[in-house]
């Protein structure tokens, strides 16, 4: 009964995921953050109340299809407040705050020791959300793209004075001039720009020369041909690229692979982390907070090591690990 539950909240998540990009870029990524935020609250606190099972499962679904936006459009605001260098640390203070949840979890799931209290003391915080309509400000990049300039001035110079700094003129300017002809503003505007073009295509360069130097390897001439390529005619560049290109399609289908196997051993430890020998809620606990000291190597590593030497041996002891539990005892006990 419970895995149907489990099941129902990971569908529930999977039409949300669907759902959740189009709708933060229609209305907005504060909008989809606090409304997810404000369902979840309602859905959870309504779960606690339920009189028998159909209902809380029916709960369950409709908690993650509408309140699992909430981390895609939380993440993607924050991300774009911050500036590009500083974006991966961003990530992993995120990241962190993910995992401060499950520990949260643990320890509720510990003082209750009912699923009911449980969920009120975890979903009840939610109600305060609703202040974040005035705390919050919207996503810079959104407002540009919907011509809301004068909104986004405003952030803006707010942000600069909180950060003690000032807007520079050029950049006062350059949204003047956005503002003056908004309908000139597309995408399609970087292919018509050769400026703007030619930085796209050094920026490229540039990223792959590094990745190649961290990696302690060389960029093809065959690459640079391709990129060279793509510059003069851009228009060819589409997503059903990635179809035609064995390469591409090979990089694609392993991402995907490792992605699945990603998440099937971190639920699958997580899950059955109360399963082991011991106090659950310590195991559960002790199992979610070994994460942030992760974020922060990994972060070391990639920086150091490049992404391939990071994922592969990440990888490889992984699996070591998760074999070694053949050789665990089962009469082997903890005591807290």
């Known amino acids: ?14 039409c949300s995921s669907l759902l959740s990009g189009y709708v933060s870029d229609k209305y907005g990524r504060k909008t989809l953050m606090i409304a997810a935020v404000l369902w979840t609250t309602f859905a959870g606190l309504t779960r606690s109340f339920t009189p028998s099972y159909l209902p809380f499962v ?17 993440f993607v605001l924050a991300m774009e407040l911050v ?13 962190c705050a993910f995992v ?20 009120r003391i975890l979903y009840g915080p939610g109600i305060f959300f609703i202040s974040y309509i005035w705390l919050t400000h919207e996503s810079i990049r959104w407002l540009l793209s919907k011509g809301r300039y004068q909104e ?24 003047n001039k956005v503002e003056d002809d908004p309908k000139d503003v597309t995408i399609w505007q970087i292919f018509r720009s050769t400026r703007l073009l030619l930085r796209c295509y050094q920026e490229a360069k540039r990223i792959l020369k590094k990745i190649a130097k961290v990696n ?22 589409t ?12 990089r694609l289908i392993n991402c995907s692979f490792s992605w699945i196997c990603s998440t099937f051993v971190y639920y699958g430890l997580t899950l059955h982390s109360v399963s082991i020998s011991g106090n659950m809620y310590v195991n559960y606990i002790a199992v979610a907070a070994v994460e942030i000291p992760a974020f922060f190597v990994c972060n070391y590593t990639l920086g150091k090591l490049g992404r391939r030497f990071t994922l592969s041996p990440s990888y490889i002891l992984s699996g070591i690990a998760c074999l070694s539990f053949i050789f665990v005892s089962d009469g082997m006990d903890l005591k807290f």
Do not use: C
């Open 58 to 74: 029916i709960m369950e679904f409709l908690d993650t299809f509408l309140g699992s936006g909430f981390y895609s459009a939380g």
């Open 216 to 237: 302690g390897t060389q960029i093809s001439e065959e690459t640079i041909a391709k990129l060279n390529k793509i510059k003069d005619d851009p228009k060819d560049v």
């Open 83 to 95: 500036i590009p260098e500083q974006r991966v640390w961003g990530n992993t203070i995120l990241a």
């Open 100 to 119: 401060a949840g499950e520990v949260v979890l643990g320890m509720a799931a510990w003082v209750s020791q009912s699923w009911r209290v449980m969920l």
């Open 152 to 175: 986004a001035k405003r952030i803006l110079k707010k942000i600069a004075k909180v950060n003690g700094t000032q807007i520079s003129e050029e950049t006062i300017a350059k949204l």
């Open 1 to 14: 009964m419970l895995t149907i539950v489990g099941s129902m909240s990971n569908i529930g998540e999977l």
């Open 239 to 250: 997503i059903w690229q990635i179809f035609r290109s064995t390469r591409l399609l090979l």
